[in-house]
């Protein structure tokens, strides 16, 4: 008998095969539409100290008209939160660190954005780092100068966490055009993903919504005015995941204006979808889910 995931991929969009799609690819190529702008950006993460001990950590990313922020919570221990408000004029604490002492243990924090470059979203591209120690452990490590800055501050038999990125919340606003990178799995390739709803300036008489992985199409969905929430398998890196999207705030809601895009992993003997998930499979340390949401905003 053939394995699961075998059975799911014949009736899931192979995003890795070149035929992944019967749709034209150029559907998502729109030279002409700026994507949105990216509001917040939040990512949680897990830490497996060598102790065994695990630890969720969130770090937020905001950015607005006159400022922008950097947020790091650690589980659901208010005491152990950190804070860095960065004014778009003065940028005052761009680089220092901060100690976090609770019941939980110790937390070092150190961080420099002095020279950190952006895109047009509040989570930075280049020339920073933000390190976080806990129990004089290494945790987290974020950043392109994060490599050099361990080896100047830590001795290089100072103990290391595994580190998952478990879950990413993106806050969009703008047009609908949504473009972002995922990384499905720790040793998987950084994927580029495209959303896009058509409508009547493309010469549309209904809305479509179309969703491109590398370029390539992985849904369409006609009539999108009747058919704004659903969801669709396919398969990444050898992985399920499921990409769900409820549109339905955008028609019959618009002084809220919010549709929601979410691809989720699972393994092939997981029938469960998105809305029975656990964040932390606290049975299978081993394993390790990941999903994207993108809260997207249409301007009027």
Known sequence: MRDVVSCFSEHAVNVSHPSCSNHSNTACITPTLTPSVQNAVT?????????????????????????????????????????????????????????LESELGKVEIFWDLCNAKYDSGPEPV???????????????????MAEEAVTKKFKTSTPAAKVSLIAR??????????????????????HEILIRCSGEKEGLKHPVLSVCIDKKMVIRVKRLQWNFRGNQTIFVDGLLVDLLWDVHDWFFNPASGYAVFM?????????????????????EPDRVEFSLLIYACKSS
Request: proline share 1%; hydrophobic share 35%; aromatic share 10%.
């Open 169 to 190: 919340q993106e806050h969009c606003s703008g047009n609908t055009l949504y473009s972002t990178k995922a990384q499905f799995c720790d040793k998987g390739i950084v």
């Open 43 to 99: 990512c949680l993460y897990r830490l497996i100290l060598s102790s065994q001990k695990q630890l969720l950590v969130t770090v937020n990313w905001c950015k607005n008209n006159t400022a922008q922020g950097l947020s790091i919570n650690f589980g659901d221990d208010p005491s152990l939160s950190f804070k860095l408000n960065m004014n778009s004029r003065l940028f005052r604490k761009k680089k220092g660190s901060r100690i």
């Open 126 to 144: 280049d020339g920073f780092y933000v390190l976080v120690m806990v129990d004089s452990e290494i945790g987290l490590i974020l950043g392109n």
């Open 263 to 283: 691809f989720r992993t699972r393994s092939g003997m997981d029938s469960r979808l998105w809305l029975e998930e656990k964040m932390v499979q606290q049975k």
